[in-house]
Structures are given as structure tokens and as C-alpha cells.
């Protein structure tokens, strides 16, 4: 491990927009969502981003970035892998901090707002997951109800 995986690893605050070669989350029009562990919090060019080691996400969710050589790609967003979340739209800010490396978070887009003088905005949920938030949720990323002989919530 470098020092500078191990400053990383102890929560040093990194500037300068280096998300660690990791790409950034390309949200769409529809609902998606994301959700893994915070792996680090650091200050960008237009503000706060996390990086995130995904544990699942929506399948329609891509992410883009750069090769060392510097030509552009876009991906799909899989399990096991890292992403960069930009913490810069007005319903995230403030949502995940530096405090919150460690900690598992769901991040979903949930679709468009709008302003009383019609500007439109993204909307955000922004969840921490605790321990025991394991949910069984469907490929669909829908969460199953009980049935009339299981009067138990699914969380």
C-alpha cells in the first residue's frame, strides 16, 4: 500500500478533484439508484464528490470517465466496482460527508422537481443503511410486500 492509499484509508481530506480514476455517475431521466459503501468523500472541481464501492444498482445506471491516455468511455455501473458520485446537486449536498466513510448508503434519483417559478431540479433520496438494512428487494428494485399470512414489514 502506497502512503497515499494510506492517508486515503485514514480520512485525509483529498483536493483537487482525483476520484481515484473512478467514473462518475451519468444520472438519466428515470428513476435509478445506487448503493455501496462511502470509500471517500473529497473536494472536486464544482464541489463535493464520494466515491462509492458499489453493492448494487439500477441496470440502466451508466457512469463515464477517462483512461490514463485521456479518451472518454461510458459504462454500465456494476457490482464490485467504483463510482464517483457528484455530492453537487442542491438535494444532495450536505447529504454524505467526510464522516460518513465507512458507512453503506442508498442514493437514488428520483426523478424531476420544480421550482414555483418553473426552473426544473433533481430530486434525490439519499438513505444511510444500518446494519440491519438488508432488504430483499426483487431485480426490479422493487421491495416486496407482505402477503395476507406474513403481516411482517420486509425491513
Do not use: C
Not at 480520512?11 to 448503493?35: C, I, K
Not at 479518451?71 to 464490485?80: C, I, L
Not at 432488504?135 to 406474513?150: K, R
Amino acid at each position: 500500500m502506497t502512503r497515499t492509499e494510506k492517508l486515503r484509508e485514514m480520512g485525509a481530506t483529498e483536493r483537487g478533484g482525483s476520484g481515484g480514476g473512478a467514473p462518475f455517475v451519468n444520472w438519466s431521466d428515470n428513476y435509478a439508484f445506487v448503493e455501496g459503501r462511502v470509500v471517500r468523500v473529497w473536494e472536486g472541481q464544482y464541489g463535493d464528490s464520494a466515491t462509492i464501492h458499489v453493492a448494487s444498482v439500477s441496470p440502466e445506471l451508466n457512469a463515464s470517465g477517462k483512461t490514463e491516455d485521456g479518451q472518454k468511455y461510458v459504462h454500465a455501473v456494476v457490482p464490485d466496482s467504483e463510482i464517483n458520485v457528484g455530492l453537487n446537486y442542491a438535494s444532495l449536498q450536505d447529504t454524505i460527508t467526510r464522516d460518513d466513510v465507512g458507512s453503506d448508503f442508498h442514493i437514488a434519483f428520483d426523478g424531476w422537481g420544480e421550482t414555483k417559478k418553473g426552473d426544473r431540479f433533481r430530486m434525490f433520496a439519499v438513505l444511510e443503511l444500518g446494519d440491519d438494512a438488508t432488504l430483499s428487494v426483487s431485480d426490479n428494485g422493487d421491495v416486496p410486500f407482505p402477503t395476507d399470512d406474513d403481516d411482517s414489514l420486509p425491513f
